[in-house]
């Protein structure tokens, strides 16, 4: 089993900077851990994950302004943001896959999130 808990999340303006950090996912063996997001009215979105391998991989959405790192000895999955936007605000959830694919469909385990609040 296991149980990831995000922290992390806070309120900051617009420009700023927050980092969020993933504990409890297993580094083997691990199809992927990934973060999402779930905007006010809106549904969940993928924004980066980290395969098992250590090979990051960011979304679109966010590519330019967020970034993964990973430290093994702590089993953290740390996502750094930064020039933090309005739109930014939502829950941000950590989930990890035992075989994948690594969107919503093919997480196993999830976290109860964290909340950033961009303000303008």
């Known amino acids: 089993q296991v149980e990831l808990l995000e922290s992390g999340g806070g309120a900051v303006q617009a420009g700023g900077s927050l980092e969020l950090s993933c504990t409890g996912y297993?580094?083997?063996?691990?199809?992927?851990t990934a973060w999402f997001r779930q905007a006010p009215g809106k549904e969940r979105e993928r924004i980066a994950l980290m395969f098992g391998n250590g090979t990051p991989y960011v979304d679109d959405s966010v590519k330019g302004r967020f970034t993964l790192s990973r430290d093994n000895a702590k089993t953290t999955l740390y996502l750094h943001m930064n020039n933090l936007k309005p739109e930014d605000t939502g829950t941000y959830y950590c989930a990890a896959a035992d075989i994948g694919p690594c969107s919503s469909i093919g997480m196993d385990y999830w976290g109860k999130g964290t909340l950033v609040t961009i303000s303008s």
């Open positions: 297993k580094t083997r063996p691990n199809y992927c």
